[in-house]
C-alpha cells in the first residue's frame, strides 16, 4: 500500500534530495525516492512508502535485495578477514575461483571489481594476447567495438562510446577501436585488418534499450573471430548471471566466447565484484606486475560472490528468470495500449518501447512510481523492466495490475 506522505516525512525526503543537490556532483538524475530498505524485490522510502523494485540496480541485484544468505556470508566474512591485498594469499580465493570455474566453463579467471575494471582488464590482456601470440606489430592492436555500446564510464572505455553525453569533453582519448554497427556481423567482417585483437560486444545491449540482435548473428560473429584469430569478448555484465533466462546469454545464441566478462550480480548486489574468464591462452599472458588491483579478489568479495552465485543457482533463480521473464513479456505485449511501439526482452530482461509521440518514458516512469513501482527510462522512448530474478507469478500479476491503467492513460 502507498500511503500518502505526511508534511512531515515529505520534508524529511526533500531535506535529504536537497543536500545531495547541494553537495554531490550531478552526474546521476535520479527519480526523487529515497530509499532506507530492501528486501527480495521490494524496496521502502523513507516516507514509508513500498515499491517493487523493476530495475535490480541495473541488474545487480538479481538475487534481490538483502538475500540473507549472502548477507550471512559478508557477515561471517567481514569478522575474519575482510582484506589481504595479493601481496599474500587468502583463503577465499582459490574457493571463489573453482567454484566460478565450474560452474562457468571457464580456464582462468581474473577478479576485479566494478565492472568497468573488467572491461578495461580484457582489453589490456586481449591486446598482450595480440602482441605475443597473435604476432601484431607492437603498438598496432585494434579492438572492434559496436556502435550504442555501454561498456562502463572509465577514460578508456568513453573513448570508443557513440554516445556524446559519455564521450563529449573527455578528450584525448586512447586509440586502437573501430566502431561497426551492432547486430551486422559483414560489417564486423569488413572491419577485421590483420591487426584486430578482439571484439568487444554486449550480447543484448542493455544501456541501449535492450537491444537484441538478429538471429544468427552471433553465431556469424563467432565463425569470423575463429577464422581471422579474433579474440570474441562478450560483456555479460549485465546480460549475465540469470537476468536472461540462462546463466550466460551466449547459451542463447549457442555461441563460446573467449574471453566472458560478469560483475554487478556477482555479489548480489552487497559489494562490486567483477571478473574477467578465459580460456588459458589469453589470461595467461599476464605475469607478475603487470595487472593488479589492491581489492581484487580480496577475502571479503570471494565470500560474498560464492554465496551469491551458489543461492542463484540452488534457489532457481534462472529458470524462474525464463518462465516468469516468459510470462512478463506475454502479458505486456497483450495489453491495449497506443503509446506502446514494442515489448521486447529475454528472460527479465525487458523493455517497453514507446511511440514518440507518448511523450517520452520519464513520463511514464514518474507515474509507474506512484503506483509502486520503481523502473527506469533509457534513450528517451524506452522503460525497462527489469526486477530481481526471485519474483514470484503473483507479484508479477501485481505489477501488470500497476502497469496497465499507465500505458493505457
Ligand atoms: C554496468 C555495465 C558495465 C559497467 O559496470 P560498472 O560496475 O558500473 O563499472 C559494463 N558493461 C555493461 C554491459 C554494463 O551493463
Redesign the pocket.
Known amino acids: 500500500m502507498n500511503v500518502a506522505p505526511s508534511p512531515d516525512t515529505l520534508s524529511r525526503s526533500a531535506g535529504l534530495i536537497e543536500i545531495e543537490h547541494s553537495l554531490g556532483a550531478h552526474n546521476y538524475k535520479p527519480l526523487d525516492v529515497v530509499l532506507t530498505r530492501g528486501e527480495r524485490v521490494w524496496v521502502w522510502d523513507v516516507d514509508g512508502n513500498r515499491y517493487l523494485d523493476c530495475l535490480s540496480a ?3 541485484v538479481n538475487q534481490g535485495h538483502c538475500h540473507p544468505k549472502i548477507l550471512a556470508a559478508m557477515v561471517e566474512q567481514a569478522g575474519k578477514l575482510t582484506l589481504t591485498s595479493r601481496a599474500f594469499r587468502n583463503d577465499q580465493l582459490a574457493l571463489f575461483y573453482e567454484e566460478l570455474a565450474a560452474l562457468t566453463n571457464s580456464h582462468k579467471i581474473l577478479p576485479m ?7 578495461e582488464s580484457a582489453i589490456k590482456a586481449v591486446r598482450k594476447w595480440g602482441y605475443e601470440v597473435k604476432g601484431v606489430p607492437e603498438g598496432q592492436a585494434e579492438i572492434v567495438v559496436c556502435s550504442d ?6 577514460i578508456g ?1 568513453v573513448g570508443f562510446s557513440t554516445d556524446p553525453d559519455a564521450r563529449g569533453g573527455f578528450g584525448p582519448f586512447t586509440p586502437g577501436f573501430r566502431v561497426v554497427p551492432f547486430g551486422d556481423a559483414e560489417a564486423f567482417h569488413a572491419a577485421i585488418t590483420p591487426n584486430t585483437v578482439g571484439f568487444l560486444v ?1 550480447p543484448i ?3 541501449a534499450g535492450v537491444i537484441i540482435p538478429p538471429p544468427g548473428y552471433f553465431r556469424r560473429v563467432r565463425e569470423l573471430c575463429t577464422a581471422h584469430n579474433v579474440t570474441l569478448i562478450l ?5 549475465g548471471l540469470g537476468r536472461t533466462g540462462r546463466l550466460l546469454a551466449e547459451e542463447h545464441e549457442g555461441i563460446e566466447a573467449d574471453v566472458t ?1 560478469i ?2 550480480a556477482l555479489s548480489g548486489g552487497f559489494y ?1 565484484v ?1 571478473a574477467v574468464l578465459s580460456n588459458t591462452e589469453v589470461l595467461g599472458v599476464l605475469k607478475p606486475g603487470q595487472h593488479g588491483s589492491t581489492f581484487g579478489g580480496n577475502p571479503l568479495a570471494c565470500a560474498v560472490a560464492r554465496a551469491a552465485l551458489k543461492v542463484l543457482v540452488e534457489e532457481g533463480m534462472i529458470g524462474n528468470s525464463a518462465e516468469l521473464g516468459a510470462y512478463f513479456k506475454r502479458e505486456l505485449e497483450g495489453m491495449k495500449s497506443g503509446a506502446v511501439r514494442e515489448v521486447r526482452g529475454r528472460g527479465l530482461m525487458l523493455a517497453v518501447e514507446l511511440h514518440p509521440e507518448a511523450g517520452g518514458a520519464r513520463r511514464f516512469c514518474e507515474a509507474l512510481r506512484a503506483q509502486g513501482i520503481l523502473a527506469k527510462d533509457t534513450h528517451g522512448h524506452t522503460i525497462r523492466i527489469a526486477p530481481p530474478l526471485v519474483i514470484t507469478r503473483e507479484e508479477v500479476d501485481w505489477a501488470l495490475e500497476r502497469i496497465a491503467p499507465v500505458l493505457a492513460g
Open positions: 541495473y541488474s545487480a571489481n566494478s565492472g568497468a575494471e573488467a572491461v555500446n555501454f561498456h562502463g564510464r572509465t572505455i554486449e545491449q542493455g544501456e560483456d555479460e555484465i549485465q546480460t566478462l560483475g554487478k562490486p567483477s
